[in-house]
T-cell receptor, first 117, second 114 residues
Framework: EAGVAQSPRYKIIEKRQSVAFWCNPISGHATLYWYQQILGQGPKLLIQFQNNGVVDDSQLPKDRFSAERLKGVDSTLKIQPAKLEDSAVYLC???????????????FGPGTRLTVT | AQSVTQLGSHVSVSEGALVLLRCNYSSSVPPYLFWYVQYPNQGLQLLLKYTTGATLVKGINGFEAEFKKSETSFHLTKPSAHMSDAAEYFCAVSEGTGANNLFFGTGTRLTVIP
């Protein structure tokens, strides 16, 4: 089966500009996650969707970050305006759902490396 | 609240030697525990997981880990390192309830010396 797809793979922008990332999860996966991975650190959850509803966005800086998952499939994550500290890899992951052991098997995409100058 | 501590940000082993990557966790409820591997410029790949049952779990590529509740540990081992094992390894914990969020450690970079 096809894995989690993300685009673009790399993006360089200047501070105060806006940027958007796209994610297409594995077919049939109801739960979608966006993580931020700063260099030298582990991934940190930004937002979690179950179908097209938000389950957890407590770590999302809502003054500049937004995310949506229209129709419960693809998702976009946007940053506007970007700051230097937003430089990181943004990882998208998906899982079958919230219930059962398989729910904990998250499959990750290759990530988008964002550099803010 | 959950947290994960990975001892040693860098570990070097010789090819054929034992690999031991350490992970300790804190959790207010019985945890679910995971090891992920990340190769350069790639996403994370699940190596193995502990949810319930047998405390010694086997994963892909010859890796295994043992859940020790008394030590709050979930160390990752492999009897004989291969050059292809060179990567970054992340331990993660989930409460196993509700939104099943994963909390990751800071990672351990494994170098295999020929």
């Amino acid at each position: 089966e096809a894995g989690v797809a993300q685009s673009p793979r790399y993006k360089i922008i200047e501070k105060r500009q806006s940027v958007a990332f796209w994610c297409n999860p594995i077919s049939g996966h109801a739960t979608l996650y966006w993580y931020q991975q700063i260099l030298g650190q582990g991934p940190k959850l930004l937002i979690q969707f179950q179908n097209n509803g938000v389950v957890d966005d407590s770590q999302l800086p809502k003054d500049r970050f937004s995310a949506e998952r229209l129709k419960g499939v693809d998702s976009t994550l946007k940053i506007q305006p970007a700051k230097l500290e937003d430089s990181a890899v943004y990882l998208c992951a998906s899982s079958l759902g919230l219930a059962g052991f398989r729910a904990y098997e998250q499959y990750f995409g290759p990530g988008t490396r964002l550099t803010v100058t | 609240a959950q947290s994960v501590t990975q001892l040693g940000s860098h570990v070097s082993v010789s090819e054929g030697a034992l690999v031991l990557l350490r992970c300790n966790y804190s959790s207010s409820v019985p945890p679910y525990l995971f090891w992920y591997v990340q190769y350069p410029n790639q996403g994370l790949q699940l190596l193995l997981k502990y949810t319930t049952g047998a405390t010694l779990v086997k994963g892909i590529n010859g890796f295994e880990a043992e859940f020790k509740k008394s030590e709050t540990s979930f160390h990752l081992t492999k009897p004989s390192a291969h050059m292809s094992d060179a990567a970054e390894y992340f331990c993660a914990v989930s409460e196993g309830t509700g939104a099943n969020n994963l909390f990751f450690g800071t990672g351990t970079r494994l170098t295999v010396i020929p």
